[in-house]
């Protein structure tokens, strides 16, 4: 199985992958799918202790436009509230309840999530924008509907990709 490390290609080997277009949408109240779960480990830090990772990878956005975002999620006490709030996005808890978490029920599951666009240096000197998730909504919480402009019409130009750094840590 091929992993997040990718493979090795022999110096005679074929390609075909072209990559995807990158679209930046922008900060707002989005529908989200989840594409993709992996499990992974966190080795942890200076402020949490190693702990189980969910590595989670959402398609966000309507028909006009859509991106995809990777969302870690560190199964560590200290990161509870943001799992019961991914856990009630996707209608598998109800606030004040206690849930055990089934990860085989995440692939295909649908919520909503308010969407930022976050803004770094990259090592290239060039600033670099991507998507990510600020927050995951309750089910009648998530009322607003954003409509991006078409990624034709985006003043914003796209960035060749999205990056999640190793620092890349909300503590």
């Excluded at 966190?42 to 309507?62: D, L, W």
Aim: glycine share 8%; with cysteine.
């Amino acid at each position: 199985m091929e992993t997040d490390q990718g493979r090795e290609l022999a110096w005679d080997g074929t390609i075909e992958n072209d990559g995807s277009d990158f679209v930046l949408l922008p900060a707002g109240e989005y529908p989200f799918t989840v594409e993709k779960f992996e499990r992974a480990r966190f080795a942890g830090s200076e402020k949490m202790k190693a702990c189980n990772q969910a590595k989670i990878t959402i398609a966000v956005g309507n028909a006009d436009a859509q991106t995809t975002v990777q969302v870690n999620l560190f199964l560590n006490s200290k990161c509870e509230w943001q799992l019961s709030a991914f856990f009630r996005a996707i209608g598998a808890k109800q606030h004040g309840q206690r849930v055990q978490m089934d990860w085989s029920k995440v692939v295909g599951a649908t919520g909503r999530c308010k969407l930022g666009v976050r803004t770094w240096p990259g090592r290239d000197g060039v600033e670099h924008k991507s998507n990510e998730v600020t927050k995951f909504l309750d089910p009648a919480e998530g009322t607003a509907t954003a409509t991006p402009p078409s990624p034709a019409a985006s003043a914003t130009p796209p960035v060749a990709a999205q990056q999640t750094l190793p620092d890349d840590i909300p503590f």
